[in-house]
């Protein structure tokens, strides 16, 4: 399989001014930062928990948890997949028992790993209300899941995928590509 860069959605700058954006809507959203907790999604969720997080602390002077949860148990292709699918750790220093959670995850395509979190929070406590933050949506829904804030849409192909790059876990750059894959012949 090959893999070709059709586009690219988000730059460096404009993927700074994305998470600053869905900061404030958050924080508009919420009234504030009281009873607001963020969970990122393994694994590029995570660190755009995190930046997301720092930059609510920026806007507002106050530190608010920041978790991260490894769904892979709960998905529902676990078994049926062919590769042996790498379990990693779950971290929710604090209990999510009445907040309001702020999911993070990269890319919304199916619902399906959406669908599998909210299973895994469920399975930590009850919060109060669970928001959807993705930094791009890219349509392809099989699940009624929808986002509550969207960093970027984009309608694409079945033969292309959204890439999202961060700096902290793909040491190249922040960018949204939208590449095509393409099946080589033998």
């Known amino acids: 399989m090959k893999v070709k860069i059709k586009d690219t959605l988000l730059n460096s ?28 999604m393994r694994t590029r969720g995570e660190f755009l928990a995190k930046r997301l997080a720092k930059k609510i602390e920026e806007i507002e002077g106050t530190e608010i948890p920041v978790g991260v949860l490894d769904v892979t148990l709960y998905r529902d292709d676990f078994r049926t997949n062919l590769k042996q699918p790498e379990i ?37 406590g009850r919060p109060s209300r669970i928001q959807l933050v993705i930094m791009v949506d890219r ?31 793909d040491e190249e750059e922040d960018a949204v590509h939208l590449v095509e894959i393409i099946e080589e012949e033998n």
């Open 13 to 40: 700058k404009a993927f700074s001014r994305t998470i600053s954006r869905l900061a404030h809507e958050i924080l508009e959203e919420n009234q504030g930062t009281e009873n607001l907790a963020v969970v990122g």
């Open 88 to 124: 990693l750790v779950t971290d929710l220093p604090f209990s999510i028992d009445r907040k309001n959670i702020i999911l993070v995850d990269d890319v919304l395509f199916t619902g399906r790993t959406v669908r599998s979190a909210l299973d895994a929070l469920m399975d930590y």
């Open 139 to 169: 349509g392809h829904r099989e699940l009624p899941i929808k986002a509550d804030f969207v960093g970027k849409r984009v309608r694409t192909l079945l033969n292309e995928e959204v890439r999202v790059k961060i700096k902290e876990y």
